[in-house]
């Protein structure tokens, strides 16, 4: 139980991870148990068709979301990032040193908005790692377990 509380609160990539694998291991026990049940003496002949779509569904969701925290871009889209920055940040420069008025003002807000934009994609990318965090999302499933308990 704690671990699972924890997980709203894990501030590493290798406690998410062992939090999923103890996640899966809960899936699996979840799936063999209703299996049994359904297969039990006595078990009403409706059961598997009111539970099995839901748990897979369960299963599905959980599966999707590990997929989606587990593939990234590949490296090239991310250099392709930085490059579109350097060679955003050309023209501007040059324009701006062609001009006879230097605008420290504009050339500092166009610095920055190029390097938020940028952190912002890599964050969201990663999102146990930066400022945008799924802190939200883990404690939503941590109080859906409660609730199942």
Known sequence: MHGWRSIGN???IAAAKEEMVKANRLQVEIWRQLV???RAQGASAVAPMLLLPALNAMIDITTTRTI???IHPPMVIFALLFALAL???LPVGYGMAAGKYCSWFSRICFAVVVAVAVYVILDIEYPRLGL???DA?????VELRESMK
């Not at 999302?137 to 499933?141: G, I, K, P």
Request: proline share 0%; charged share 15%; net charge positive.
């Open 10 to 12: 894990c501030r590493t």
């Open 68 to 70: 989606a925290a587990q």
């Open 137 to 141: 999302f883990d404690q939503a499933l």
């Open 87 to 89: 060679v955003s940040s």
């Open 36 to 38: 049994a049940a359904i």
């Open 132 to 134: 945008i965090r799924v």
